[in-house]
Protein backbone atom coordinates (compact mmCIF):
# COMPACT_ATOMS: atom_id res chain seq x y z
CA UNK A 1 0.00 0.00 0.00
CA UNK A 2 1.08 3.82 -1.19
CA UNK A 3 1.77 5.74 2.45
CA UNK A 4 3.45 7.96 4.14
CA UNK A 5 4.18 7.05 7.53
CA UNK A 6 5.38 9.47 10.67
CA UNK A 7 6.97 8.63 13.91
CA UNK A 8 5.70 9.26 16.79
CA UNK A 9 1.88 10.47 16.17
CA UNK A 10 1.42 11.73 19.77
CA UNK A 11 4.60 13.44 21.67
CA UNK A 12 5.01 15.70 25.11
CA UNK A 13 8.17 16.60 25.54
CA UNK A 14 9.85 19.75 27.63
CA UNK A 15 11.64 22.30 26.39
CA UNK A 16 15.08 21.73 25.63
CA UNK A 17 15.18 18.02 24.73
CA UNK A 18 15.80 17.22 21.23
CA UNK A 19 13.73 15.01 19.39
CA UNK A 20 13.38 13.49 15.84
CA UNK A 21 10.15 13.43 13.84
CA UNK A 22 10.76 10.17 11.50
CA UNK A 23 8.71 10.27 8.40
CA UNK A 24 9.18 7.40 5.85
CA UNK A 25 7.46 6.97 2.00
CA UNK A 26 7.34 4.27 0.00
CA UNK A 27 6.35 5.39 -3.16
CA UNK A 28 9.82 6.79 -4.26
CA UNK A 29 8.66 9.43 -4.27
CA UNK A 30 11.59 12.86 -4.95
CA UNK A 31 9.70 15.86 -3.35
CA UNK A 32 9.37 15.62 0.61
CA UNK A 33 7.92 18.51 2.84
CA UNK A 34 7.47 19.16 6.54
CA UNK A 35 4.18 21.29 7.65
CA UNK A 36 2.82 22.73 10.69
CA UNK A 37 -1.08 23.03 11.51
CA UNK A 38 -2.13 25.92 13.91
CA UNK A 39 -5.30 27.08 14.47
CA UNK A 40 -6.61 29.98 12.02
CA UNK A 41 -3.27 29.60 10.19
CA UNK A 42 -4.12 26.78 7.85
CA UNK A 43 -0.67 24.62 6.69
CA UNK A 44 2.63 26.22 6.87
CA UNK A 45 5.52 24.30 4.90
CA UNK A 46 8.74 24.15 7.69
CA UNK A 47 11.44 22.90 5.32
CA UNK A 48 11.03 20.69 2.05
CA UNK A 49 13.60 18.26 0.01
CA UNK A 50 13.51 18.10 -3.67
CA UNK A 51 15.79 15.18 -4.16
CA UNK A 52 18.70 13.31 -2.00
CA UNK A 53 21.05 15.86 -0.04
CA UNK A 54 18.90 18.46 -1.59
CA UNK A 55 16.86 20.69 0.89
CA UNK A 56 15.94 24.19 1.26
CA UNK A 57 13.47 26.37 3.64
CA UNK A 58 10.23 27.04 3.53
CA UNK A 59 7.62 29.42 5.26
CA UNK A 60 8.66 28.91 8.86
CA UNK A 61 12.10 27.11 9.11
CA UNK A 62 13.14 28.61 12.36
CA UNK A 63 14.28 26.21 15.32
CA UNK A 64 13.72 23.08 12.49
CA UNK A 65 16.17 21.04 10.97
CA UNK A 66 16.25 17.98 8.10
CA UNK A 67 18.25 15.76 6.40
CA UNK A 68 17.60 13.59 3.10
CA UNK A 69 20.26 11.10 3.28
CA UNK A 70 18.32 8.41 1.98
CA UNK A 71 14.84 9.27 -1.23
CA UNK A 72 12.59 7.81 1.12
CA UNK A 73 13.22 9.35 4.85
CA UNK A 74 12.84 13.01 5.33
CA UNK A 75 12.92 13.38 9.22
CA UNK A 76 11.99 16.62 11.33
CA UNK A 77 14.67 17.24 13.90
CA UNK A 78 13.92 19.55 16.73
CA UNK A 79 17.37 20.85 18.37
CA UNK A 80 15.91 22.61 21.53
CA UNK A 81 12.15 22.83 21.16
CA UNK A 82 9.82 25.10 22.42
CA UNK A 83 6.80 26.41 23.57
CA UNK A 84 5.80 27.87 20.26
CA UNK A 85 6.41 24.51 18.66
CA UNK A 86 3.57 23.17 19.83
CA UNK A 87 1.31 22.00 16.96
CA UNK A 88 0.43 18.96 14.51
CA UNK A 89 3.00 18.58 12.37
CA UNK A 90 2.69 16.76 8.78
CA UNK A 91 5.05 15.20 6.38
CA UNK A 92 4.53 14.99 2.66
CA UNK A 93 5.81 13.57 -0.71
CA UNK A 94 4.77 13.78 -4.10
CA UNK A 95 6.69 13.01 -7.20
CA UNK A 96 8.47 16.20 -8.90
CA UNK A 97 6.44 15.97 -12.71
CA UNK A 98 7.01 20.14 -12.39
CA UNK A 99 3.69 21.63 -11.46
CA UNK A 100 1.70 18.73 -12.04
CA UNK A 101 1.50 16.62 -8.79
CA UNK A 102 -0.45 16.46 -5.59
CA UNK A 103 0.99 15.66 -2.12
CA UNK A 104 0.15 12.93 -0.44
CA UNK A 105 0.57 13.62 3.69
CA UNK A 106 1.43 11.14 6.19
CA UNK A 107 -1.58 10.96 9.22
CA UNK A 108 0.15 13.64 11.28
CA UNK A 109 2.43 14.36 14.38
CA UNK A 110 0.89 15.67 17.50
CA UNK A 111 3.60 17.74 19.46
CA UNK A 112 3.37 19.43 22.70
CA UNK A 113 6.34 21.29 24.17
CA UNK A 114 6.13 21.89 27.82
CA UNK B 1 1.61 36.94 5.28
CA UNK B 2 -0.72 34.64 4.24
CA UNK B 3 -1.44 34.74 0.71
CA UNK B 4 -4.02 32.32 0.53
CA UNK B 5 -6.94 32.97 2.80
CA UNK B 6 -10.07 31.31 3.34
CA UNK B 7 -11.97 33.77 4.80
CA UNK B 8 -15.05 31.29 6.65
CA UNK B 9 -13.77 28.98 8.98
CA UNK B 10 -16.70 27.54 8.88
CA UNK B 11 -19.94 26.08 6.39
CA UNK B 12 -23.01 24.10 7.29
CA UNK B 13 -25.55 22.62 4.51
CA UNK B 14 -28.28 20.37 4.09
CA UNK B 15 -27.86 17.06 2.95
CA UNK B 16 -28.35 17.16 -1.17
CA UNK B 17 -28.16 20.72 -1.73
CA UNK B 18 -24.55 22.82 -2.53
CA UNK B 19 -21.69 23.39 -0.86
CA UNK B 20 -19.85 26.32 -1.83
CA UNK B 21 -16.32 26.87 -0.07
CA UNK B 22 -14.56 30.07 -1.34
CA UNK B 23 -10.47 30.83 -1.42
CA UNK B 24 -8.54 34.06 -2.39
CA UNK B 25 -5.24 34.10 -2.92
CA UNK B 26 -3.02 37.71 -3.25
CA UNK B 27 0.04 36.33 -5.39
CA UNK B 28 -0.28 36.85 -9.23
CA UNK B 29 2.44 34.17 -9.99
CA UNK B 30 0.72 30.88 -8.29
CA UNK B 31 -0.33 28.76 -11.51
CA UNK B 32 -1.64 25.29 -9.51
CA UNK B 33 -4.46 25.40 -7.18
CA UNK B 34 -5.94 22.31 -5.17
CA UNK B 35 -8.18 21.46 -2.57
CA UNK B 36 -7.51 19.00 0.11
CA UNK B 37 -9.70 17.34 2.77
CA UNK B 38 -9.39 16.69 6.03
CA UNK B 39 -10.86 14.12 8.64
CA UNK B 40 -10.14 14.10 12.49
CA UNK B 41 -6.95 12.22 13.03
CA UNK B 42 -6.16 11.99 9.29
CA UNK B 43 -3.50 13.90 7.54
CA UNK B 44 -5.64 15.86 4.56
CA UNK B 45 -5.83 13.82 1.14
CA UNK B 46 -6.18 15.16 -2.44
CA UNK B 47 -9.10 16.31 -3.97
CA UNK B 48 -9.19 18.28 -7.29
CA UNK B 49 -6.90 20.93 -8.42
CA UNK B 50 -6.68 23.17 -11.16
CA UNK B 51 -4.36 24.48 -13.07
CA UNK B 52 -3.99 28.06 -13.91
CA UNK B 53 -4.63 28.00 -17.57
CA UNK B 54 -8.24 26.73 -16.85
CA UNK B 55 -11.34 28.19 -15.18
CA UNK B 56 -13.22 24.90 -14.17
CA UNK B 57 -12.35 21.57 -13.63
CA UNK B 58 -14.41 19.38 -12.80
CA UNK B 59 -14.60 15.25 -11.42
CA UNK B 60 -17.98 13.99 -9.71
CA UNK B 61 -19.63 15.74 -7.66
CA UNK B 62 -16.90 18.37 -6.71
CA UNK B 63 -16.15 21.23 -9.08
CA UNK B 64 -13.56 24.01 -8.67
CA UNK B 65 -13.83 27.53 -10.46
CA UNK B 66 -11.10 29.84 -11.25
CA UNK B 67 -11.16 33.45 -11.89
CA UNK B 68 -8.01 34.79 -12.10
CA UNK B 69 -8.70 37.64 -12.43
CA UNK B 70 -10.19 37.88 -8.99
CA UNK B 71 -8.21 35.90 -7.40
CA UNK B 72 -10.54 33.97 -6.42
CA UNK B 73 -11.28 30.09 -6.21
CA UNK B 74 -14.06 27.93 -5.04
CA UNK B 75 -15.31 24.75 -4.42
CA UNK B 76 -18.50 23.39 -5.30
CA UNK B 77 -19.76 19.87 -4.34
CA UNK B 78 -23.56 18.88 -4.89
CA UNK B 79 -25.20 17.24 -3.77
CA UNK B 80 -23.82 17.35 -0.42
CA UNK B 81 -23.62 14.13 1.45
CA UNK B 82 -22.76 13.62 5.64
CA UNK B 83 -19.43 11.31 4.71
CA UNK B 84 -18.25 15.63 3.21
CA UNK B 85 -18.19 16.62 6.19
CA UNK B 86 -14.85 17.35 7.02
CA UNK B 87 -11.77 20.64 7.37
CA UNK B 88 -11.32 21.74 3.37
CA UNK B 89 -7.91 23.19 2.58
CA UNK B 90 -7.38 25.41 -0.63
CA UNK B 91 -3.72 25.15 -1.43
CA UNK B 92 -1.59 27.28 -4.34
CA UNK B 93 1.72 27.29 -5.42
CA UNK B 94 4.30 28.28 -8.09
CA UNK B 95 5.60 25.08 -10.43
CA UNK B 96 4.27 22.97 -7.35
CA UNK B 97 6.76 24.99 -4.85
CA UNK B 98 6.82 25.95 -1.63
CA UNK B 99 2.93 25.50 -1.68
CA UNK B 100 0.98 27.77 0.39
CA UNK B 101 -2.59 26.49 2.31
CA UNK B 102 -5.45 28.60 3.43
CA UNK B 103 -6.09 28.23 6.86
CA UNK B 104 -9.10 25.76 6.47
CA UNK B 105 -13.11 26.13 6.45
CA UNK B 106 -14.57 23.58 8.52
CA UNK B 107 -18.01 21.64 6.76
CA UNK B 108 -20.68 20.17 8.21
CA UNK B 109 -23.49 18.79 6.10
CA UNK B 110 -26.91 17.78 7.89
CA UNK B 111 -28.93 14.54 7.68
Known amino acids: EAQVTQNPRYLITVTGKKLTVTCSQN?????MSWYRQDPGLGLRQIYYSMNVEVTDKGDVPEGYKVSRKEKRNFPLILESPSPNQTSLYFC?????????????FGPGTRLTVL | DQQVKQNSPSLSVQEGRISILNCDYT??????FLWYKKYPAEGPTFLIS?????DKNEDGRFTVFLNKSAKHLSLHIVPSQPGDSAVYFCAASVNNNDMRFGAGTRLTVKP
Open chain 1, 92 to 104: ASSLWTGGTDTQY
Open chain 2, 50 to 54: ISSIK
Open chain 2, 27 to 32: NSMFDY
Open chain 1, 27 to 31: MNHEY
